[in-house]
């Protein structure tokens, strides 16, 4: 038997046994972030003074033990006197994009640790973006991928500041955003200045002195070692013919896999009972990142990205008008409300008849914001500065300094200017 058979062979057992693993329960969401508070405060140079204040609480500790240490992003790594302010830290470790909190002691489910920091953050600011003789300052605090910011506040000082968005409300000389961040979503600020309200400089930038060299490419690559082009082309016929030798072994367990859930055949006597599950979606009118006009059927902004959708819940049927409505598979607008719809999601769950006694059947949980989908989080944007610890307990957060394309947002993201 030669090598490519015996490949080929060795991927065939490996697909059956990806696709006859025992399907696993919904990641257990084991944390959630009761307050989340950044005080800036723009120093003579335009670098950041930042505060960070979080509180934490742990909801469980068996999936992953208990909190010993969290994992936040910050906008990029140009941060200086970094320093723990709460006597729950114990050390913090820089790693550039995100800093990892090591904590004074462990933490069980239904306890919360309160964490504050300070550091100095260059590099957050862009001049003449939108319009000629402003300076713009793009911030999106950490988020976390598997669990809820139940009260995200920045609080940045106001001193010398033309414009903003979103609306926010002002207190004590700071502009006040706030807002609830769901699991996986993000909320972005920017705060513009007139270019000589502080030392903006070229050389310290979104970018600047960060850009390397376009690689020389060598166009007349004949004979030799294949080219990037080349190997590329290999790779992909490979995949190719290999999807081809796959495909009606994939189509057959999927088969198999299906006709087992129907509880057809087989010698099954499983019946199967209709189970409706009403998601309400309030969404914004108007993206609450540039402003764009949400369009319809959209979940996300088609020009920044952002979630469109302000609130989200599942609910019951007697909490909603004529349920009768709301029974097949689809999305439904909501009475009169112009942008509130009704997800409706049916189901048909098994159920087993059984000669005596009942069944109990159970599975083990993964968490979706570690290892399986750690890198998708991170990929987030080509700006993206995102910091995700897959190890150990796992609890990460990501951030970015800018989500906006300015090809696309040029002469179109709105800045309320403030109007005293």
């Known amino acids: 038997m030669n090598k490519k058979v015996k490949c080929l062979l060795f991927a065939a057992i490996l697909l059956v046994t990806m696709f006859f693993l025992p399907a696993r329960a ?31 609480k742990v909801l469980d500790d068996q999936e992953y033990g208990p909190l010993d240490w969290m994992d936040i992003g910050v906008p990029n790594a140009h941060h200086t006197n970094l320093k723990a302010v709460s006597d729950t ?11 990892a909190i090591y904590l004074d002691k462990k933490y069980y489910a239904g306890e919360v640790v309160a964490v504050e920091f300070t550091m100095t953050q260059d590099y957050m600011y862009q001049i003449d973006r939108y319009v ?8 999106t605090p950490a988020w976390f991928e598997g669990m809820d910011i139940d009260e995200l506040t920045i609080r940045w000082n106001e001193e010398n500041a033309g414009a903003w968005q979103p609306d926010c409300l002002k207190d004590g000389g700071y502009l ?31 970018g600047g002195g960060d850009v390397d060299p376009d690689p020389v490419v060598d166009p007349t690559n004949h004979g030799g070692s294949p080219s990037i082009g080349e190997q590329i082309t290999e790779i992909i016929g490979g995949l190719l013919g290999l999807g081809f030798f796959f495909a009606p072994i994939v189509l057959l367990i999927l088969f198999i ?29 108007n993206c609450p990142g540039c402003g764009a006009v949400r369009e319809e059927g959209k979940d ?47 189901v048909n769950i098994p159920t087993r008849h059984s000669s005596g006694g009942s069944s109990h059947s159970g599975g083990s949980s993964h968490r979706s ?46 800045i309320r200017a403030y109007k005293g």
């Open 132 to 139: 000629e003789g402003e300076t713009v300052y793009s911030f």
């Open 300 to 346: 996300s902004c088609p020009y920044c990205g952002r979630s469109m959708i302000k609130s989200k819940e599942v609910v019951q049927e007697n909490q909603i008008e004529k349920p009768e409505n709301y029974v097949r598979n689809g999305t439904y607008r909501y009475g009169s409300a112009p942008n509130t719809y009704i997800h409706v999601n049916v």
């Open 26 to 56: 919904l990641a257990v969401t084991t944390d959630e972030i009761l307050k989340f508070t950044i005080t800036v405060d723009v120093n003579e140079d335009a670098s950041l003074n930042m505060d960070y204040y979080i509180e934490w």
């Open 257 to 285: 896999r299906w006709i087992s859930r129907r509880g057809t055949g087989f010698g099954s006597s499983s019946e199967t009972e209709k189970k409706i599950t009403r998601t309400k979606i309030e969404y914004y009118a």
């Open 89 to 99: 830290i114990s050390r913090i470790e820089d790693n550039g994009d995100g800093l």
């Open 176 to 206: 006040v955003f706030t807002s609830k961040v769901p699991a996986g979503d993000r909320y972005s600020i920017t705060v513009a200045y007139p270019n000589d309200a502080f030392g903006f400089s070229p050389d310290r930038q979104i």
């Open 369 to 414: 914001s570690c290892a399986s989908s750690c890198a998708s989080s991170c990929a987030c944007a080509s700006s993206c500065a995102c910091a995700c610890a897959c190890a150990s307990s796992g609890r990460a957060g990501c951030s970015v300094k800018d989500l906006f394309k300015d090809s696309i947002h040029n002469g179109r993201v709105r």
